[in-house]
């Protein structure tokens, strides 16, 4: 299994991004896919989620309005489209999965910095 992580970088408050993350090894469609994230000094945090059926979408409230989590089956990738972000959305994203059914094994990507600063 294997999870890439590209788009982040340095933005401007308000500004937007991009993440993009490209998944290989799995059957991808039968997989929930999130996002989370780590500021420096903080717990990691789970930012979105997408079901694997029906594409049913979930978000932590800080960011509920601003960003949009979305994947393409036929590409075998989960997006994160990132608006109005704020200097408080500075972190290393983090692209996660696990197996949906037993043994429950867990992924992560590699991650991509984001920094909102002016």
């Known amino acids: 299994v294997q999870l890439v992580e590209s788009g982040g970088g340095l933005v401007q408050p308000g500004g937007s991004l991009l993440l993009s993350c490209a998944a290989s090894?799995?059957?991808?469609?039968?997989?929930?896919m999130s996002w989370f994230r780590q500021a420096p000094g903080k717990e990691r945090e789970l930012v979105a989620t997408?079901?694997?059926?029906?594409?049913?979408?979930n978000y932590v409230d800080s960011v509920k309005g601003r960003f949009t989590i979305s994947r393409d089956n036929a590409k075998n990738t989960v997006y994160l489209q990132m608006n109005s972000l704020k200097p408080e959305d500075t972190a290393v994203y983090y692209c996660?999965?696990?197996?949906?059914?037993?043994?429950?094994?867990?992924?992560w990507g590699q991650g991509t910095q984001v920094t909102v600063s002016s």
């Open positions: 996660y999965t696990e197996r949906p059914r037993f043994p429950r094994l867990s992924y």
């Open positions: 090894g799995f059957t991808f469609s039968s997989y929930a």
């Open positions: 997408v079901t694997s059926v029906g594409g049913s979408t």
